[in-house]
């Protein structure tokens, strides 16, 4: 089998394989084989094959890079728990000062709580979720804190 057909065959099934994965990664090696076949087809040796498929493939990752993230949403798009730190949430049973344990209500779903600061929260009182630590949420008074992401 001659060589731009073996770089053809190898792109045009990393390509395929990009199709049933959801990384947005591969299709780049297969668009780089596709280049190296290119150049074997037109007769250059193996050294400016394996030129073309690695400036093509580093040089559209790199390139790319940005446009691949927001196809896939971020980096840093968080899931499950995680998702609640910034988030405002409503003090639905007192949060103590003694035990520094309560409930808040956040995105429909009431948890228990503990709060970063030592002083009674009252229902009602609108706190910020800091951090997630176990199947409890840290929270800190919404008025004591500095920094607020919005829903």
């Known amino acids: 089998m001659s060589a731009w057909l073996t770089w053809a065959i190898l792109g045009l099934a990393l390509i395929g394989f990009e199709m049933i994965t959801p990384s947005f990664f591969i299709i780049w090696f297969g668009v780089g084989a596709l280049a190296a ?29 940005k446009f ?18 910034g988030k405002i949430a409503i003090v639905t049973k007192r949060i103590s000062a003694h035990t520094g344990i309560g409930l808040v209500k956040v995105l429909g779903e009431e948890w228990s709580a503990i709060a970063e600061t030592e002083r009674n ?8 979720v800091v951090a997630v630590t176990g199947v409890r949420l840290i929270v800190r008074p919404l008025k004591d804190s500095i920094e607020i992401k919005e829903e």
């Open 37 to 65: 076949a290119l150049v074997a087809k037109l007769g250059f040796s193996l050294v400016w094959q394996l030129t073309a498929f690695l400036v093509c493939t580093v040089t559209l990752l790199a390139y790319t890079r």
């Open 68 to 85: 691949a993230v927001k196809v896939q949403g971020g980096h840093d798009t968080k899931t499950g728990y995680t998702a609640l730190v």
């Open 121 to 128: 929260i009252g229902p009602g009182e609108k706190v910020v």
